[in-house]
Structures are given as structure tokens and as C-alpha cells.
């Protein structure tokens, strides 16, 4: 196997760069509708503590809504980040270069790791200057909380780019709503209890959903499930580990179709 | 000489039809080998199998001696690609491409390495330009130029002068043949120019039905198989590649 190669990571990360730098377009979206989301969810959150006569949803809707916007922020990262290359048609040379696909991989979640950090803290200076919320009660549970949709996000945001890799740049709207699909199933907003049995079954292989139902334990007043938080990680990381593998062997099918030789419409494979 | 690109027995099928037919050739070091061939031929499906971005269903490919299969990351960074169908990102300057690909590539004194090329290839009022404004003649220099970056040992050109007037043309021939003379690298070039691969290529391929059909000096083929110029015997292949074959 070949050594992984900083300057070549580096690479990937430096297009993103000048990328983001040289466009108004590329950096707006970065942060504005996670600051429009924690505006508009900030501003119920009050209505419903109004109407609730005292009881703080702040904690349990707004660090909801910031924890999942984090999550999509890191998948679009990565995904955004691919299509760049797709957008550009340039393939050829990039992956006619000395370049692996462990190497790119590491380069695409390194400019998501940035990208998403820049708007996680746009959204946790409106959400506690504005609005009040505070992750003081979660302690030091909050940096797993992170970290899991950190990992689950970058799994989501690879096998989204294997997907439009594998079934052609037309392919990237089945990639955007991902994290719509998965909300449900997340429990973002509510209990997983509250749903159905089959519903349920989906919940508990999602690394999400254990990070929600612990946030809300933690509103709640019953402490980190230091448990359940370390069987989300052990998840986030299996997933990782496994869209890695499904980007793997799409790469290798692309190669063998000439897909890859010929990437500029949809899948004719 | 030093072989810088060794083919062996190289097929690509796609099901049941083959793009290329178990071909085997060699380029060496100070060679320029003519890949000729009408459209559908297999020369492009060839360079990209030597690329790297295709999977040969058979056969190997060796470059600068490194197995392309089980060392491709060491075998590409001896491999410089250039082709008018594979511009640079043109949401990026001319200098931020070159940074980039110079980093893929692992050049070393990459600032020194660049500024070299831009000066040699006549791009230095184009450094700060977006690759997607400048004319397709000037893409292709930046493209030669990235092709360059890590002075390959084998420079891979599919139709590198197609969109080019015929003053830079002979420019680029110009520079491509002094890096060749030097040594310092081999090259596989495919074109459609005929009077572009008599005066450039020490030796050519024809390629017809992913086989090679003739291979020999580009100066002499013709008439070998009783053709005025190379061009004849270019439509004589793409005509009747059989007939030529029995001969």
C-alpha cells in the first residue's frame, strides 16, 4: 500500500481554498442557512417556551436543530467538496495523477472538516448570543456529541460522492436530500420511542439518533449515557470505515467501465 | 535504451467487444512514438489504460519500470498527460492550477519549477488568469505545462496541438522535441495531423480495430506499402484495414 502523502492531501485542500476565495457564491452558503435555520428555530423556540408557560425548550430544540444543521454542514462538506471535481470535469487529471483514493478521501474530509467548522461556530455565536442557548449542562459529553456527527456526517457525505461517481453527475440530487431522509429516522426532535417498531429498528443503527436521545437526557437533567455514547462512536466509526470500502470498490467498478475515462454524462453502465 | 513505457499484451473489452486487442509496444527514452488511427480505433482507450483511469481487461503496463497495476502512484508520478478533451478546472488561475498539480505530483522547488514553465511556454501574462477565459490555444499550453510540471519520463499527448494556430504549433512541436532530445523523457503522441507526426515522430503505430496494424518510421511506412504520403496511407487503414493487413 502506498504511504499517504501529505502534499498531495494538501493539494486537494489548497483547490478548495482558492476555491472559497476567489467566490462570494462558494462562502455565503457556507454559513447562511445554518444562520437563517437557528434564526427561524431560535425565534419558535420562544414562541413555544411562551406558550409552555416557563419550560425551556431552548436546550432540546434549538442544540437540536444546531447538532443536525453540524451534521449536514460536514456532509455537504464532503459532498460539495467531489463535485467540485465534477463540476470542473476534471477527472482526468486528477485522477491520472500520482494521487490515491485514500490521499483524496483524507483531502475531501479535511476541506469539509474546515468548511463545517466555520458554520457550526456561526451557529453557536447566534444560537447563545441571541437566543440563549448554553452547552454548559452537557460538559465534556459535548465533544463526542460532535465528533459522532462529525464521523457520521463525513460517512454520509462519501457515500453521497460514490453514489454520484458511480451513477453520473445528473445522479448529485439524489446527494442533497440526505439528511432530510435520515431526520426522521434520527429522532432529531423527539424520541425514538415515539416511533413506530419498523422506525425504530432504523433509529438504533443510527449513530444520530444516539446522540439526540443523549442530548435530550442531558436537557432532562439525567446526566451523559457515557454508554449509549460510546456505542454511537463505535457505530459513526463503522460507517466510516464502510463508506470508505464503498467508495473503494465504486472507484475500481468506474475504472473497469471506463466511467471514470468518460466522466461527463450519466451512467450509460 | 532505457524503455520508459513498456505494453504488454494490453486488452480492454467491453463485454464481448474488444476496444483494444492485445497490443504490445515500447517507447524509449528520447523516443516520440506516432499513435495513429481513425476514430474508434482504440488510441485514446490506450492512453487511458497507461492514465491509469481505466482497467485494462488484460495485459501490462510498465512505466520508467514500475508495474502501473501494483505501483501506480510511483508509476504516474513519472507520467505527464496533457490532451485538448482534458482542460485544467476553469474556475482556477493558470498559477493556482500548477500549484496544485505540481503538489499531486510532488515537484520539488514547485515556485522556481513554475515560473520556468510559464516563461518557457509563453504564459507569464496569463499567471493570474482563470484557466476558463483564455482561448483553447492557450488552455492547451497551460495543459503542456502541467504535463511537464515533474519532468516525466513518459509525456503522454493525445492531439496536443489540435486547437493551436499553426505558429504555436510549431512552437509547442518545438519545445516537446528539445525536452525529447535532451533525454530527459519519452513520449506517445497521437494525433491526426499527418504532416504534424511525419516531421515529429521517430517511429508510429497504426491502430485499427484496437490492433496494430503497421509499425515502422513515418518517413519510409508510405512508401513501403506503395503509399505517396502518410495521409494515403491513413485513409488506406481507416478504409481497409484488412487488405492492409494481408499485405
Redesign the interface.
Known sequence: M?AI?P??V??IV??QA??LR??VSRVVPLFAWVAIDIVLWGFITRYLNHLTGGFDLVPALLGAVLLWDFFSRVMHGVTMAFL?DVW?????????????IPEYLLGLVTSATVTSAIGLVVMLAIATGVFGLSFLPYGAALAPFLLVLFLFGIAFGIVGSSVVLRLGPAAEWFVWPLPALLSPFAAVFYPVSTLPGWMQAISHVLPASYVFEGMRAVAAGQGVRWGTLAVSTALALGYVALACLVFARVF?LV??T?L??RYSAESVS | MEQVLAVAGLV?R?GERPAVDGISFGVARGEIVGLLGPNGAGKT?TI?MI?????PSAGTIHVAGLDLAS????A??R?G?A?TY???????TVA?NL???G????VRELAARIDELVHELDLVRFRDVKCGILSSGEQTRVGLA?ALLARPALLLLDEPTASLDPATAREVRAKIRACVAGGACGVLWTSHNMYEVEEVCHRVLFLSHGRILLEGNPRTLPREHGMATLEDLFVAVAREPLALEVA
Open positions: 502506498t502523502r502534499c498531495r494538501g493539494a489548497l483547490r482558492y476555491l476567489g467566490s467540485e470542473s470535469r476534471s477527472f482526468l487529471n486528477v485522477f491520472g495523477s500520482p494521487l490515491t475500481r475504472l473497469r471506463g471514470l475515462a | 480492454k467491453y482507450t487511458d492514465l491509469g483511469v481505466l482497467a505501483r501506480r502512484s510511483q504516474l508520478e507520467t498527460f490532451a482534458a482542460p485544467l478546472p476553469g474556475n482556477l493556482q500549484r496544485i498539480f503538489m499531486l505530483h510532488g502541467k
